[in-house]
C-alpha cells in the first residue's frame, strides 16, 4: 500500500484507458495497441494495483437480468449523534444498495437502491428507516436513463474476450 499516488506515464494511461473500456482486454491485445508486449503490460498493471491506481476489476449485468427492475435513490436523514461509520454499517446489511454516499446539503446521505418491484423497494424502505438514528427519508423513483450507457443503467454488457491471453 502506498502513501502517496503514483505518477502514470503516457503508456500507463493508455493501459488504464484500455481497461476502462473493457477490463477483459488481453494484455497482449493492449500491448499490440501500444506498442509494449503482454509481460511489459502485466508488469506495469501490477505495479498499478500494487499503487492501488487500479483498484479492482468487475463484471457489469444488466439489473433486470436479475430481476431488479425497480431503482431509486433515497436522501437519508439522520439525527445528529450518528456518525457516517454507523450509517456505512447499517447499508453494508442491505444487499439492495448499490452505492450509499454522504453528502452535503440538507441530505446526511443518499442510496442508490435496485430491488425486484415497488414492494420490495417498500421493504427495504421500512428496514433502513427502522434504525434508530435515522429521522426521515426522500425517495426518488428512477423511471427512466436519461444516459442509457452509464454504469448506473446497467447497460454495459460485458464483451467477450479471451482471458487465455491475459494470464
Not at 4 to 17: E, G
Not at 50 to 60: K, L, R, S
Not at 77 to 84: F, T
Not at 117 to 130: K, N, P, Y
Amino acid at each position: 500500500m502506498t502513501s502517496h499516488p503514483a505518477a502514470l506515464d503516457d503508456l500507463d494511461r493508455k493501459i488504464v484507458a484500455a481497461l476502462v473500456a473493457n477490463a477483459r482486454t488481453s494484455f497482449a491485445e493492449i500491448g499490440a495497441a501500444i506498442g509494449l508486449s503482454a509481460p511489459a503490460v502485466k508488469r506495469r498493471v501490477d505495479r498499478m494495483r500494487e499503487a492501488e491506481v487500479i483498484t479492482g476489476f468487475t463484471t457489469m449485468v444488466s439489473p433486470s437480468a436479475l430481476g431488479w427492475r425497480t431503482e431509486a435513490y433515497v436522501e437519508v436523514y439522520c439525527d445528529s449523534a450518528a456518525p457516517p461509520r454507523r450509517l456505512a454499517e447499517v447499508v453494508r446489511d442491505h444487499p439492495e444498495i448499490t452505492a450509499a454516499m454522504t453528502v452535503t446539503g440538507g441530505a446526511d446521505a443518499l442510496l442508490h437502491i435496485r430491488a425486484e418491484d415497488i414492494q420490495h423497494f417498500e421493504e427495504v424502505l421500512e428496514r433502513i428507516r427502522a434504525e434508530p438514528f435515522i429521522d426521515k427519508t426522500i425517495s426518488y423513483i428512477v423511471l427512466s436513463h436519461l444516459l442509457s450507457d452509464s454504469a448506473e443503467a446497467g447497460a454495459s454488457p460485458a464483451t467477450p474476450a479471451d482471458e487465455t491471453n491475459r494470464r
